[in-house]
C-alpha cells in the first residue's frame, strides 16, 4: 500500500465505486467547502479554527463516527496519522501516538469533555477510559497530534485526545440498538432524552460482549449506566452534569504462564462532572469544573510453583479534580486565557504498595495561552504552564508557535515547546511483596521514589491548506524530538535476600531518552456532499541512545472512504497498513498488518420510528498474526456483526 503503484491502485477503487453523479463537479460550491471547517478547543483552550490552531489537529465529527459504527473508541484512532491501535490482548484496546514504549498508553491525555480520564491506579493507563465511552454519544473527537503539555501539563507529552459528547438537547426521545455476530459479539444499549433547550436530560445503558482475540484467553464483559444533565437557567449561564458507572469483567494473562495465568478481572469506575459556564460578556467567559472518579480492580491468583502465594495486584484509585479558567478579548488582536486548578489522586493496595493506608500526590496547576494577531497574516500563540507535584517539585512547559497565513487558504506553522511525564505513584513508591505463613518470602519490586518526571523538546514545521478549488485540505506535520530521563525499570539490589526471590528487586530510574523525527500528512477530498476520501500517513524514526525500547513502524499508511448513495445507503471503507514495529509490553510486530473494514448502513423510517440497520465486517482480509510474545502469537480474526438502531 505504501508504494505509489499500490496507493494508486486504492486511490483508482475507491474512486470507482463512487457514483457518476458523486464525481461529477458542481455539486458543492468552494465557499460551502471552506465553510465546512471545523473550529476546535482543544489546542490553546481558545476556539480557532483548525487553520489557525497552534498544531496539527484530526477532527472526526459525528457523521464519520456513524459511518463508521465503531464498538470501541480506540478503532476510531486508526484514522489519525502516527496513531497505532493494538493492545497486550483484545479485552484492553489501547492507542498510542509515536512511538509504543508501554502497553498502558500512558503518554497521551485522555480528556472526556475536559474531564481527565486516565487511570489514577496502576500505571496510569487510559485504554479503559477509552473504553468505558460510548460511541453513540460522542459528538466529535478532537486529536492534537503533538505535545502540549503547555496547556494540560502532565501526560499530555504525546498528544491530547479530547472526546466531546453530545449535548442532550440533541438527543431527545427514546433509541435502542442492538449488535450480534461473530467472535461472540453481543451488544445492546437503550437511551432516553427528556427536556427542551433549557432543561435536558440523557440516561443510558449498554453492555458490550465478545471474545477477544484468536488465540487468548481475553473476552469481556462491559455494563455501562450513564446520566447527563444540561440546563441553561438563562442566556449567560449554562451548567453541564454528567455521572456514570462502568463493570468490566474481562480475561487477562496466558495459558501455559504461571507468572501471568490465564484469569479473569474485574474492574469497576465511577464517575461525576459538572461544569458552570458564565458568559460575562461576547468577548469574556468564566468556566468552572469539579470532577471526582473511583476505580477500582480485583485481580488475584494462587502462584502454582509455590502452594500458599498469592499474587494481587487489586486496588483502588481515585482522583479530585477542580479548574477555573478565565477567557478574555482584550483587544481585536489579543486573546487571552487562564486558569487555576488543584489536582488531588490516591491509590490505595496492599499488594501493590504494602501498606493499609492510600498513597497520594497533589498537583496545582497556573497556565495560560495568549493569541496574539500583530498583523492579518500572522498568528503568535504563547502557552505556559507551571506546576507543582508534591513528589517530584514543580515544573514549566512553554510553548511558542507562530502561525503565517499565505492568503486565505494556505497556512504555515513553526514552533517549539517542552512537554513532561510525570511519574505514577507505583513508579514512585510501588513495593511489592509476598507472605507466606506471617513471614515475607519474596519481593518483586521496591521503588525508592527517586525518579523524575520525564521531558520532551519538540521543534515543529506544519502547513495547513484549504483547495478550495480541488475541494481538499491536506494537513503536514513535521516534527524533530528529544526525550530525556525515561522511566524504565533498572534491578535494584535489596541488603538482605528473600528466601524465593534472591536479592535482586525491581525499581524506576530515569535513563537517556529515544529521539524523535519524522513526517506525517492527512489529505481529505470531498468531490460532492455525498462523499469523502481521507489519506494519512505517518514516516518515524526513532533513535535509542542505548537499545532500541519500543520502536515504531517506519511508515503507516490509512485510507478511508466514505460514501452515501442517492438510496440512502451509507459506505464507510477503512484499509490500514503499517509496517514492523515492536511495542514495549506488548510483543514483537514482525510481519507487516494490513487491515480492512467495511461498513454498510441504511436508514429508514417504520411508522414513526426512524430505524437504521448496518452490517460491519472487521478484517475484511483474513485473519493476521498481530504480535509475538513469549507465551502468545495472537491473530486477529475476521468479526462479521449486524446491528440495528432504532430512535422514536
Given at each position: 500500500?505504501?508504494?505509489?503503484?499500490?496507493?494508486?491502485?486504492w486511490?483508482?477503487?475507491?474512486i470507482?465505486l463512487?457514483?457518476?453523479?458523486?464525481q461529477a463537479q458542481?455539486?458543492?460550491s468552494?465557499?460551502?467547502y471552506?465553510?465546512?471547517?471545523?473550529?476546535v478547543?482543544?489546542?490553546?483552550r481558545?476556539?480557532q479554527?483548525?487553520?489557525?490552531t497552534?498544531?496539527?489537529v484530526?477532527?472526526i465529527?459525528?457523521?464519520?463516527i456513524e459511518?463508521l459504527q465503531v464498538r470501541?473508541m480506540?478503532?476510531l484512532?486508526?484514522?489519525?496519522?502516527?496513531?497505532f491501535?493494538?493492545?497486550?490482548?483484545?479485552?484492553?484496546?489501547?492507542?498510542?501516538?509515536?512511538?509504543?514504549?508501554d502497553?498502558f498508553g500512558?503518554?497521551?491525555?485522555l480528556l472526556?469533555?475536559?474531564r481527565?480520564?486516565?487511570?489514577?491506579?496502576y500505571?496510569?493507563g487510559?485504554?479503559?477510559g477509552l473504553?468505558s465511552?460510548d460511541?453513540?454519544?460522542?459528538e466529535r473527537?478532537?486529536v492534537?497530534?503533538?505535545a502540549n503539555?503547555?496547556?494540560?501539563?502532565a501526560?499530555a507529552?504525546?498528544?491530547?485526545i479530547?472526546?466531546?459528547t453530545?449535548?442532550t438537547?440533541?438527543t431527545?426521545g427514546?433509541s435502542?440498538?442492538v449488535?450480534?455476530g461473530a467472535?461472540?459479539?453481543r451488544?445492546?444499549r437503550?437511551?432516553?432524552?427528556?427536556?427542551?433547550q433549557?432543561?435536558s436530560?440523557?440516561?443510558?445503558?449498554?453492555?458490550?460482549?465478545?471474545?477477544?482475540?484468536r488465540?487468548?484467553f481475553d473476552n469481556r464483559?462491559?455494563?455501562q449506566?450513564r446520566?447527563r444533565?444540561?440546563?441553561?437557567?438563562?442566556?449567560?449561564?449554562e451548567v453541564?452534569?454528567d455521572?456514570?458507572?462502568?463493570?468490566?469483567?474481562?480475561g487477562?494473562?496466558y495459558s501455559?504462564?504461571?507468572g501471568?495465568p490465564?484469569?479473569?478481572l474485574?474492574w469497576?469506575?465511577w464517575?461525576?462532572?459538572?461544569?458552570w459556564?458564565r458568559?460575562?460578556s461576547?468577548t469574556?467567559?468564566l468556566?468552572l469544573?469539579?470532577?471526582?472518579?473511583?476505580e477500582?480492580?480485583r485481580?488475584?491468583?494462587?502462584y502454582?510453583?509455590?502452594?500458599?502465594i498469592v499474587?494481587d495486584f487489586?486496588g483502588v484509585g481515585?482522583?479530585l479534580?477542580?479548574?477555573l479558567?478565565h477567557?478574555?478579548s482584550?483587544?481585536p488582536?489579543l486573546?487571552l486565557?487562564?486558569g487555576v486548578?488543584l489536582?488531588?489522586?490516591e491509590?490505595?493496595?496492599?499488594?501493590?504498595?504494602?501498606?493499609d493506608?492510600a498513597?497520594s500526590?497533589?498537583?496545582?496547576r497556573l497556565?495560560?495561552?495568549l493569541?496574539?494577531?500583530?498583523?492579518?497574516?500572522?498568528?503568535?500563540?504563547?502557552g505556559?504552564f507551571?506546576g507543582?507535584h508534591?513528589?517530584?517539585?514543580g515544573?514549566?512547559?512553554?510553548?511558542?508557535?507562530?502561525n503565517?497565513?499565505?492568503?486565505?487558504?494556505?497556512?504555515l506553522?513553526?514552533?517549539?515547546n517542552?512537554?513532561?511525564?510525570?511519574?505514577?505513584l507505583?513508579?514512585l513508591?510501588?513495593?511489592v511483596r509476598?507472605?507466606?505463613?506471617g513471614e515475607?518470602?519474596g519481593r518483586?519490586f521496591a521503588a525508592?521514589?527517586q525518579v523524575q518526571?520525564e521531558?520532551?523538546?519538540?521543534?515543529?514545521?506544519?502547513?495547513?491548506g484549504n483547495?478550495?478549488?480541488?475541494?481538499?485540505t491536506?494537513d503536514v506535520?513535521?516534527?524533530?524530538?528529544?526525550?530525556?530521563g525515561?522511566i524504565?525499570?533498572?534491578?535494584?539490589r535489596?541488603?538482605?535476600?528473600?528466601?524465593?526471590?534472591?536479592?535482586?528487586v525491581?525499581?524506576?530510574s530515569?535513563?537517556?531518552?529515544?529521539?524523535l523525527?519524522?513526517l506525517?500528512?492527512?489529505?481529505?477530498?470531498?468531490?460532492s456532499p455525498r462523499?469523502?476520501?481521507w489519506?494519512g500517513?505517518?514516516f518515524?524514526r526513532?533513535?535509542?541512545?542505548n537499545?532500541?525500547v519500543?520502536?515504531p513502524?517506519?511508515r503507516?499508511?490509512?485510507?478511508?472512504?466514505?460514501?452515501?448513495w442517492?438510496?440512502?445507503?451509507?459506505?464507510?471503507?477503512v484499509?490500514?497498513?503499517r509496517r514492523?514495529?515492536?511495542w514495549?509490553g506488548v510483543?514483537?510486530?514482525p510481519a507487516?498488518?494490513?487491515?480492512a473494514?467495511?461498513?454498510?448502513?441504511?436508514?429508514?423510517?417504520v411508522?414513526?420510528?426512524?430505524?437504521?440497520?448496518?452490517l460491519?465486517?472487521r478484517h475484511?482480509?483474513g485473519a493476521?498474526p498481530?504480535?509475538e510474545?513469549r507465551?502468545?502469537?495472537?491473530m486477529?480474526?475476521?468479526?462479521v456483526y449486524?446491528?440495528?438502531?432504532?430512535?422514536?
Amino acid at each position: 500500500m505504501p508504494t505509489p503503484q499500490r496507493l494508486s491502485f486504492w486511490l483508482a477503487a475507491a474512486i470507482g465505486l463512487l457514483p457518476p453523479a458523486a464525481q461529477a463537479q458542481g455539486e458543492l460550491s468552494e465557499q460551502d467547502y471552506f465553510d465546512t471547517l471545523p473550529v476546535v478547543l482543544t489546542v490553546s483552550r481558545l476556539a480557532q479554527p483548525i487553520r489557525e490552531t497552534p498544531g496539527a489537529v484530526t477532527v472526526i465529527d459525528r457523521k464519520t463516527i456513524e459511518a463508521l459504527q465503531v464498538r470501541d473508541m480506540a478503532e476510531l484512532l486508526r484514522l489519525v496519522p502516527g496513531y497505532f491501535v493494538s493492545g497486550y490482548n483484545g479485552a484492553n484496546p489501547i492507542a498510542v501516538y509515536h512511538a509504543p514504549l508501554d502497553e498502558f498508553g500512558i503518554r497521551n491525555l485522555l480528556l472526556i469533555d475536559g474531564r481527565p480520564a486516565y487511570s489514577s491506579y496502576y500505571f496510569g493507563g487510559t485504554s479503559r477510559g477509552l473504553m468505558s465511552v460510548d460511541p453513540q454519544e460522542v459528538e466529535r473527537v478532537e486529536v492534537l497530534r503533538g505535545a502540549n503539555s503547555a496547556a494540560y501539563g502532565a501526560n499530555a507529552m504525546f498528544g491530547v485526545i479530547n472526546i466531546v459528547t453530545r449535548h442532550t438537547a440533541d438527543t431527545l426521545g427514546g433509541s435502542a440498538s442492538v449488535r450480534v455476530g461473530a467472535g461472540g459479539v453481543r451488544d445492546g444499549r437503550v437511551s432516553l432524552g427528556l427536556g427542551d433547550q433549557d432543561l435536558s436530560y440523557r440516561l443510558s445503558a449498554l453492555r458490550r460482549s465478545d471474545d477477544g482475540l484468536r488465540g487468548l484467553f481475553d473476552n469481556r464483559q462491559l455494563n455501562q449506566l450513564r446520566l447527563r444533565v444540561d440546563a441553561s437557567p438563562d442566556t449567560s449561564n449554562e451548567v453541564e452534569i454528567d455521572a456514570g458507572l462502568s463493570a468490566l469483567r474481562a480475561g487477562d494473562g496466558y495459558s501455559g504462564d504461571v507468572g501471568n495465568p490465564a484469569r479473569t478481572l474485574q474492574w469497576r469506575d465511577w464517575h461525576v462532572h459538572g461544569v458552570w459556564r458564565r458568559q460575562l460578556s461576547d468577548t469574556e467567559q468564566l468556566k468552572l469544573s469539579l470532577s471526582a472518579t473511583r476505580e477500582s480492580l480485583r485481580d488475584r491468583y494462587d502462584y502454582e510453583p509455590v502452594p500458599g502465594i498469592v499474587v494481587d495486584f487489586s486496588g483502588v484509585g481515585r482522583r479530585l479534580d477542580a479548574e477555573l479558567q478565565h477567557q478574555r478579548s482584550l483587544s481585536p488582536e489579543l486573546r487571552l486565557v487562564w486558569g487555576v486548578g488543584l489536582r488531588h489522586e490516591e491509590a490505595q493496595s496492599r499488594p501493590l504498595f504494602y501498606r493499609d493506608d492510600a498513597l497520594s500526590f497533589r498537583e496545582s496547576r497556573l497556565f495560560g495561552n495568549l493569541e496574539w494577531r500583530p498583523a492579518p497574516a500572522w498568528t503568535v500563540n504563547g502557552g505556559l504552564f507551571l506546576g507543582h507535584h508534591s513528589w517530584t517539585g514543580g515544573f514549566a512547559t512553554p510553548r511558542l508557535m507562530v502561525n503565517h497565513q499565505l492568503g486565505d487558504d494556505h497556512t504555515l506553522r513553526a514552533g517549539i515547546n517542552r512537554s513532561l511525564r510525570t511519574p505514577s505513584l507505583f513508579e514512585l513508591a510501588g513495593d511489592v511483596r509476598y507472605d507466606l505463613g506471617g513471614e515475607t518470602v519474596g519481593r518483586t519490586f521496591a521503588a525508592t521514589g527517586q525518579v523524575q518526571p520525564e521531558r520532551m523538546l519538540s521543534h515543529e514545521l506544519g502547513y495547513f491548506g484549504n483547495l478550495r478549488a480541488l475541494r481538499m485540505t491536506v494537513d503536514v506535520r513535521v516534527f524533530r524530538e528529544r526525550m530525556d530521563g525515561y522511566i524504565r525499570s533498572t534491578d535494584y539490589r535489596l541488603p538482605t535476600p528473600m528466601l524465593y526471590t534472591g536479592s535482586v528487586v525491581t525499581d524506576y530510574s530515569n535513563t537517556p531518552g529515544p529521539k524523535l523525527s519524522g513526517l506525517e500528512y492527512q489529505w481529505r477530498w470531498a468531490p460532492s456532499p455525498r462523499t469523502e476520501v481521507w489519506l494519512g500517513q505517518a514516516f518515524t524514526r526513532v533513535h535509542w541512545p542505548n537499545a532500541s525500547v519500543g520502536m515504531p513502524p517506519q511508515r503507516s499508511t490509512t485510507l478511508a472512504l466514505f460514501q452515501q448513495w442517492p438510496n440512502r445507503l451509507k459506505l464507510g471503507l477503512v484499509l490500514t497498513e503499517r509496517r514492523a514495529m515492536s511495542w514495549l509490553g506488548v510483543g514483537l510486530m514482525p510481519a507487516p498488518l494490513r487491515q480492512a473494514d467495511l461498513h454498510l448502513s441504511y436508514p429508514m423510517r417504520v411508522g414513526g420510528t426512524q430505524v437504521r440497520a448496518a452490517l460491519t465486517v472487521r478484517h475484511l482480509n483474513g485473519a493476521q498474526p498481530l504480535f509475538e510474545s513469549r507465551f502468545a502469537s495472537p491473530m486477529s480474526r475476521r468479526q462479521v456483526y449486524a446491528s440495528l438502531d432504532a430512535e422514536f
